[in-house]
């Protein structure tokens, strides 16, 4: 078991010491001016110091993307390592950072497994999506543990009208290589002053051998079609009120299938991915709005044996309450400040010491614009979590808007993350004596923001203290035990360049990286040091084209940097064909070079496939 727990813990990334985008689409370049996540109010992401990447729905439909993975991995700043193709583990890392220092929200809930600490991105449905915001660097400071690297959030899909008042609805059906398909439909409207959404999906493949044979080796030698399946449900449901401008709303997603996989003692999983939640938000006086946020997130999962025997349960339940008050103190001046409360609880075939945990976080931020062009954040949040206790953390950023589009911007903050239940609890080897892993970063950077040219260049530097990594006890019979002795120092630079010339939209990104174990100077595993990505798209009458370029350089698959992963290009090509203003047909052709890769060591990533789609939409 613990040889098991050894491997789970290296592809999430544990067991080391370890800019505003503007995204083009194949019509025109998105241009979303409002941010959520960064300061947890609405503000224009041309006054923020944070490194800011949105997704729209509009960009997800252009660029084509079936999954939250194909979305993700060309954005500046992350790596993935993926253990196969649809629904397979799907590590994240951001600025280098352990996949479990990455903080997941799905409508300001805190999302993903209390067990291992990570998110199962692979099983978030994205037909379900409506925006997806992403901010990188340290946010401790706003949502306490786990945002070392940043933070994801997914905003579900939300009711709307069309031009006729009517209710919206959008059909897709499609299919492709691997006896893949996909179906999704969603109707969302509004009635007075409720709105409503309601829309279902499904996802399946027959799949393709995910992992090398390597004879004589249990679990490594299973010639097989590792398929997947996801079916999922949303449903939001609002209503406004003229008295005290007020809103109320409940909100619910659920995905549940099941993912085959090559594994050593295990290969098949069953899961659920569910959150549900209702909030409320008023005026208190004119500039003061206050909100009430209550939720629960979970993530449930059970394994099973190659002869098809129960193998193991771990279900993770995430109890959120939010107080969330937004004042203003002037135009130039806004204050947000408030409460978090989150209540942990396993339920699991293996027993742990300890099933429960809560944490209780104050936070309090501070954006000023002062003069006319210099925009000032600063936070600060304090935690106390049953597990470890107290902790501070702290963030400030500031942004200068100067003449001809340029920008220069700075910030510096700390960020920590507390101890999984794994780390804690698990029999054998978890240490309830563990404190949390510690993080400073400062980061500097110049923006320019042109007629027909967007660019941006940053630089960071991380350092990370009291990581924690599996420590062997035992050599004969295996056994490790979680240590806080891991050391890191992670140093990158983030540039991009945006344009848009004869009608074509182009985005060159490029991103370095240099994650290193500050003890043994090696390489932090499953992290590329270079990644280059290009997209060009335009329309051209009725039909949209577009391609996409991803290169990446060599990565360790081990601690030790002695299993190598080499690095790859692919390149995807995507059209679409308009019908009509409400019918489309599209079309994607990924690895066009049929490029034989990996991500993570004996784990194939796909090789040349395609996808059809039919879209309607009112």
Same mark, same amino acid.
């Given at each position: ?209 995910? %992992? ?122 806004? !204050? ?6 989150? !209540? ?113 260049? %940053? ?160």
């Amino acid at each position: 078991m613990q040889k098991i727990l050894a491997s789970s813990l290296l592809l999430a990334g544990i067991n080391t010491p370890a800019q505003a985008q503007e995204n083009p689409t194949n019509n025109s370049l998105e241009l979303p001016t409002m941010v959520v996540t960064a300061t947890r109010s609405d503000v224009a992401k041309k006054q923020l110091a944070a490194a800011v990447t949105v997704y729209t729905r509009k960009d997800i439909e252009s660029l084509q993307a079936n999954t939250l993975p194909d979305l993700l991995r060309n954005t500046p700043g992350i790596d993935m390592a993926q253990t196969g193709g649809y629904g397979k583990i799907t590590s994240v890392f951001m600025r280098g950072t352990n996949s479990d220092q990455v903080l997941v929200l799905i409508d300001g809930i805190k999302f993903g497994s209390v067990t291992s600490g990570t998110s199962p991105f692979e099983f978030i449905p994205i037909d379900q999506i409506e925006r997806v915001e992403i901010i990188r660097g340290p946010q401790s400071s706003l949502y306490g543990s786990e945002a070392i690297g940043g933070v994801i959030q997914i905003f579900t899909r939300k009711g709307k009208n069309n031009a006729q008042d009517q209710p919206s609805v959008s059909i897709d059906a499609g299919g492709g290589s691997y006896d893949t398909y996909r179906v999704a439909g969603t109707v969302s409207g509004k009635w007075k002053n409720s709105w409503y959404t309601l829309g279902s999906s499904g996802l399946g493949s027959h799949g393709f051998n995910a %992992r090398e044979a390597i004879p004589g080796l249990y679990g490594l030698d299973q010639p097989d079609h590792d398929g997947y399946d996801n079916a999922a449900v949303n449903a939001r449901v609002g209503h406004h009120f003229d008295a005290h401008n007020a809103d109320l709303e409940a909100f619910f997603m659920r995905a549940q299938g099941h993912t085959d996989y090559d594994g050593n003692y295990q290969d098949k999983t069953n899961f659920v991915e569910q959150v549900v939640g209702t909030s409320g938000s008023m005026d208190i006086i004119k500039d003061w709005r206050s909100t009430l946020r209550l939720g629960q997130s979970r993530d449930d999962g059970e394994q099973f044996a190659p002869d098809g025997t129960f193998s193991s349960e771990f279900n993770s339940t995430r109890w959120n309450v939010t107080w969330l008050n937004q004042y203003a103190l002037s135009e130039e001046h806004q !204050l947000v400040f408030g409460s978090d409360y989150r !209540l942990d609880e396993v339920d699991s075939s293996t027993l742990y010491t300890q099933t429960s945990r809560y944490d209780v976080g104050v936070f309090s931020e501070l954006h000023s614009q002062l003069w006319d062009d210099h925009f000032v954040t600063a936070s600060v949040r304090y935690d106390n979590n049953e597990a470890f206790g107290d902790y501070v953390t702290g963030n400030i950023g500031w942004r200068f808007n100067w003449d001809y589009g340029l920008s220069a911007l700075a910030s510096f903050g700390n960020a920590f993350k507390a101890p999984s239940f794994n780390d804690l609890y698990y029999p054998n080897y978890g240490n309830p004596n563990l404190k949390p892993e510690e993080s400073t970063t400062v980061e500097v950077g110049i923006v320019g923001d042109h007629d027909w040219l967007q660019w941006e260049i %940053r630089a960071y530097h991380t350092n990370i203290d009291n990581l924690i990594t599996p420590v062997l006890v035992n050599p004969i019979t295996y056994d490790y035990m979680a240590e806080n002795i891991g050391k890191a120092l992670i140093d990158g630079i983030e540039s991009e360049i945006g344009t848009q010339l004869l009608g074509w939209n182009g985005k060159l990104t490029m991103s370095l990286l240099s994650p290193e174990n500050r003890e043994t100077n090696l390489r932090l595993p499953r992290r590329a040091k270079q990644t280059l990505t290009f997209d060009l798209s335009r329309s051209i009458g009725d039909f949209d084209v577009g391609a996409h370029v991803l290169a990446q350089g060599d990565r360790y698959d081990n601690p030790a940097n002695t299993i190598g992963v080499a690095g790859y290009v692919t390149v995807d090509l995507r059209t679409a064909y308009h019908f009509n203003k409400n019918w489309q047909l599209s079309a994607t052709l990924n690895n066009l070079l049929d490029k034989n890769y990996q991500t993570a060591d004996t784990y194939n990533m796909p090789d040349r496939n395609f996808f059809v789609t039919v879209h309607y939409n009112n």
